[in-house]
Nanobody, 128 residues
Framework: QVRLQESGGESVQVGGSLRLSCRVSGYVYSYSGHCMGWFRQVAGKEREAVAGTIIGGATANYAASVAGRFTVSSDNAKTVLYLEMNDLKEDDSAMYFC???????????????????WGQGTQVTVSS
């Protein structure tokens, strides 16, 4: 059974940087070729897509609100998904979740309902 575990969330100041990690476990081989995504959610609001990528792929999709500031990548073993976040803003404060086995096609990667596997989340708080 595939499991996801996020880490790296903490409190930072506006303009700061963080790197979130999502470790994939319960899978024998690398997770190369699987569609994974980062989502975030503020209490009382809908879950928002942040980024989506195929592990080991050359491209990624980003929400307009984070494009140019956030970068998604994976480790060489293709078992950890990263989210590098720069120039953080107060609006970036949220619980961040990684998700796996979704559809990374255009128009689909933003759909949280398309991802069957989720981690527990890691909290990011950005303050001035």
């Amino acid at each position: 059974q595939v499991r996801l575990q996020e880490s790296g969330g903490e409190s930072v100041q506006v303009g700061g940087s963080l790197r979130l990690s999502c470790r994939v476990s319960g899978y024998v081989y690398s997770y190369s070729g699987h569609c994974m995504g980062w989502f975030r959610q503020v209490a009382g609001k809908e879950r928002e897509a942040v980024a989506g990528t195929i592990i080991g792929g050359a491209t990624a999709n980003y929400a307009a609100s984070v494009a140019g500031r956030f970068t998604v990548s994976s480790d060489n073993a293709k078992t950890v998904l990263y989210l590098e976040m720069n120039d953080l803003k107060e609006d970036d404060s949220a619980m961040y979740f990684c998700a796996a086995d979704g559809n990374c096609g255009a128009g689909y990667w933003q759909r949280s309902e398309g991802f069957p596997i989720w981690g527990q989340g890691t909290q990011v708080t950005v303050s001035s």
